[in-house]
């Protein structure tokens, strides 16, 4: 009979950082655009247009934080392709865990479609399976273990999911301005009542981003910090504080390459299988 | 360099292919219970030969011979410094070490494992398209150092103790039941080499294969026999019994084609005798598998993704894992002269052909997946009443066929999968002892919760004509990076068998429940 049935190694942080890899590659360069009567979809137009780079390569670490400051990490390794649309595909990612121990070379690879409504192709693979599985899609309002952020937070929903009010301009960080914009969600079933996003007005890079439940209590606060490779700016690392339970997350970018012409067989599941990448 | 090490490789791994050392055996052992149909698995351990001791340097002024081993020496000494210098260092190691401490709470309770193991998973890139992985195991259980044997491992409800045959020595007064004690060992469990081309792999070496789509039932699945040490309650890796073979990838747009080529012939590992989790045994005069280039096993198997579905279609040529009894009987009809019938087993490994097909579909937060073989050349036991219209006494030769289909989701925040599975013999008699369909379901659930730090899981399998279950509730709390505490049950119900020769798969284990704590450092 043999009967048995995976563990799955780490399904749910990979995944929350691949969505984070969608989020931090939204790499910006200054636009020329028209600041007349900006409103607020008008800037998280802007936000979610801005140019990505053709493919990426980095670490990401991941470190939790508990209230009592016990630390957990997971370091990633983390492969990126821009497809914009070519061949049905928005994007293609692929990760393999290089930390902790006992997860190294699990691997990770979402195909995201860009037909309207056909739901992210996923692909887990577990060494200590030895197979590779498709996986089912991860709710976008769950809060994964491992995380303090949804996957809903990480840029997976879709801007017509909200209403977005511009509520002013203020001053930020680096005595820069930015401009503050609520989003409410306009389903009921919402996890969040509302989220404020502060975006630099020079350069359309969000730097911080305030959450409130669905009591409309403050439950975590986003920071996020930048780096410049090249034209594009990219993560640098982002900073997430749950107002609630003390709980934070770290996450990191390093060894960051762009640009450099990854091929299609990257993001196949035979290099699931191998278990690291080129 | 690539080349060199890559044929040093190919060299030892046709030497012992040649020598059959890849086939080192013990000796079979025979069962004092009447073997249950179809089994006869054969034991193989393999050790890890000690590390050389280090070369001494050889001092001067010596003869001509002295001299000669002293070239060679310097030569070694020069080997083992490369060594160093240049692999060595850039050998990769991970593994773990792990504590799996168990208590049966049922009658009579006791620790039955205080499992204590090292893990080593050495690998090592001659370059990036050639690498060189192993995993060694060490093992050394403690149970059988604090405890009295049969307490372990209690005389089960068909058991009995075999007398000494004549001229032979009394049984051991302190293992009277003659148990099997696995305590200590190495293992060399996994040696491959990978070998990367633009459009092809090759893994050659000691390697688990995993064809199967639906994880948990061995369908498509069937190219590794397992070891039932731990009945099925151990992880893949361990219940695996890996094989020496040469896998090849072929690349073709979205298509996997893969074939395999496997002399090394095994059937499936009982638990040793008459441990707690031993079942099925090893038949008496069963011969292995000759060691010929035409009693191989080869498989293909092509896969990918047409229209938004995975599938895999495979092909084994294989032998039965379970290898058929080929019983017959004498002395039928003369019970009434007081004479009783003798069976005489003549077991033998026979051939299988296996084709099958697995399908995988994921429609967004539900994934559908299934798998189908038909396999051909598998004998059944017929019962031991049987009319010689009805084939009689023995084996008979039936196809069947073999499915699975299974649904995968999520709900809040849990993995949840449930499956459902078939084995259906065909062109059926009743005299056949399997049942005409056999049917098993699962449910399978995990959550993360506490950030990650623990995570609940329960596995749940029922046997459905026989009323069988097993439970597998366990929680897992990652404490650091590094250590994690795994605490469970497994809990067994059902009837232990209709008879001695007829042991139900999870039944039997009915009075063997039990709690279970592990504790792991990776590295």
Same mark, same amino acid.
């Given at each position: ?21 969608? @989020?931090? /590659? ?10 007349? @009567? ?31 400051? !016990? ?106 301005? /930015? ?29 911080? &981003? ?31 504080? *749950? %107002? ?30 191998? +278990?690291?990448?080129? | ?10 060299? &030892?791994?046709?030497? %012992? ?33 000690? @590390?050389?001791?280090?070369?001494? %340097?050889?001092? !001067? ?37 792990? *504590? ?18 090292? !893990? ?45 045959? #004549? ?39 000691? !390697? ?15 190219? =590794? ?28 747009? #979205? ?16 638990? #040793? ?59 039928? +009809? ?31 937060? &539900?994934?559908?997946? +299934? ?11 017929? /019962?031991?009443? /049987? ?44 005299? &056949? ?64 068998? #209709?008879?001695?020769?007829?042991? =139900? ?19």
């Amino acid at each position: 009979m043999g009967i048995n049935k995976s563990v799955y190694v780490l399904p749910v942080i990979l995944f929350v950082i691949s969505i984070i890899g969608q @989020a931090f /590659c939204l790499t910006l360069v200054v636009p020329s655009i028209s600041l007349a @009567a900006l409103t607020g979809l008008d800037i998280m137009k802007k936000v979610e247009e801005l140019p990505q780079g053709d493919d990426q390569k980095s670490t990401v670490t991941l470190t939790l934080i508990s209230a009592q400051g !016990q630390e957990k990490k997971i370091v990633t390794s983390r492969y990126w392709k821009n497809y914009r649309g070519k061949g049905g595909f928005y994007s293609k990612t692929l990760f393999f865990t290089d930390f902790p121990p006992d997860a190294k070379r699990t691997g990770f690879l979402i195909w995201d479609y860009s037909e309207e409504g056909k739901t992210d192709g996923l692909w887990l693979y577990l060494p200590s399976l030895r197979k590779v599985s498709v996986i089912s899609s991860r709710d976008q309002n769950d809060a994964f273990m491992g995380s303090d952020l949804t996957f809903a937070d990480m840029g997976q929903r879709r801007l017509d999911e909200d209403t977005h009010e511009l509520k002013g301009e203020k001053p930020c960080e680096d005595k820069k301005v /930015c401009y503050v914009v609520e989003s409410k969600p306009k389903e009921a079933s919402a996890a969040y009542s509302k989220r404020i996003f502060w975006i630099l007005k020079d350069d359309w890079r969000t730097v911080k &981003i305030e959450y409130s439940d669905q009591k409309k209590d403050p439950l975590k606060v986003q920071t996020i910090k930048w780096q410049k490779s090249g034209d594009l700016w990219v993560w640098k690392d982002a900073t997430v504080k *749950n %107002l609630q339970t003390g709980h934070s997350t770290i996450f990191g970018i390093s060894n960051l390459k762009v640009n450099s012409s990854f091929g299609d067989d990257l993001f196949t599941d035979r290099m699931l299988k191998r +278990g690291e990448g080129p | 360099m690539s080349s060199l090490f890559l044929s040093i490789f190919l060299s &030892i791994f046709l030497l %012992l292919v040649q020598n059959g050392i890849v086939w080192a055996e013990e000796p079979t052992e025979v069962s004092p219970l009447p073997p249950a149909e179809g089994t006869a698995p054969v034991i193989i351990e393999e050790k890890i030969e000690p @590390a050389e001791a280090p070369i001494l %340097l050889p001092m !001067q002024g010596t003869t001509p011979e002295v001299a000669e081993e002293q070239t060679t020496t310097k030569f070694s000494h020069r080997l083992i410094t490369w060594m160093r210098e240049e692999i060595v260092k850039d050998i990769e190691l991970r593994g773990f070490l792990k *504590n799996e401490t168990a208590y049966r709470f049922i009658t009579p309770p006791a620790f039955t494992k205080i499992l204590n193991i090292l !893990q080593v998973e050495p690998s090592y890139s001659f370059s990036p398209d050639v690498k060189l992985s192993g995993r060694i195991w060490a093992y050394y259980d403690l149970a059988y150092d604090i405890q009295d044997i049969g307490t372990i491992a209690p005389m089960k409800t068909f058991g009995f103790i075999q007398p000494p045959d #004549p001229g032979q020595p009394e049984p051991d007064i302190e293992n009277l039941k003659d148990i099997k004690v696995d305590k200590y060992g190495i293992n060399l469990k996994e040696f491959y080499l990978d070998i990367f081309f633009t459009d092809m792999d090759f893994r050659i070496g000691k !390697q688990i294969i995993r064809w199967g789509i639906v994880e948990g039932w061995r369908i498509l699945d069937e190219v =590794n026999p397992l070891d039932f040490k731990e009945h099925i309650l151990r992880d893949v890796s361990d219940r695996y019994i890996p094989l020496w073979m040469v896998k090849g990838d072929y690349y073709l747009g #979205p298509l996997t084609l893969e074939g395999l080529w496997i002399p090394d012939v095994r059937g499936h590992e009982p638990a #040793p005798l008459r441990t707690e989790w031993s079942q099925f045994q090893k038949l008496p005069d069963l011969e292995p598998v000759p060691r010929k280039l035409e009693n191989s096993e080869a498989g293909l198997r092509a896969s990918g993704m047409v229209g938004g579905y995975e599938f895999a279609i495979a092909y084994l040529y294989h032998w039965d894992d379970f290898p058929a009894a080929f019983r017959s009987i004498a002395g039928l +009809g003369l019970g009434n002269l007081g004479i009783s019938p003798t069976v005489t087993f003549t077991p033998r490994y026979r051939r299988l052909q296996s084709y099958g097909l697995g399908l995988a579909k994921s429609l967004g937060k &539900i994934v559908l997946e +299934g798998e189908f073989a038909y396999v051909d050349g598998k004998f059944w036991g017929t /019962c031991t009443d /049987c009319t010689p219209e009805g084939g009689g006494f023995g084996e008979l030769p039936r196809d069947y066929i073999k499915h699975v289909v299974g649904v995968k989701t999520v709900l809040y925040g849990a993995d949840i999968s449930m499956n459902y599975s078939q084995d259906i013999i065909l062109d059926y008699i009743s005299d &056949i002892q399997q049942q005409r369909h056999e049917d098993a379901a699962s449910l399978f659930m995990r959550k993360e919760i506490r950030y990650g730090s623990m995570v609940p899981q329960l596995l749940a399998i029922t046997l459905v004509n026989r009323h069988e279950y097993l439970f597998r509730p366990k929680l897992e709390y990652r404490y650091t990076d590094k250590i994690t505490f795994l605490f469970g049950l497994d809990i067994f119900t059902g009837e232990p068998g #209709p008879d001695p020769g007829r042991l =139900n798969f999870f039944g039997y284990f009915d009075e063997d429940d039990r709690a279970y704590m592990e504790v792991k450092y990776s590295f």
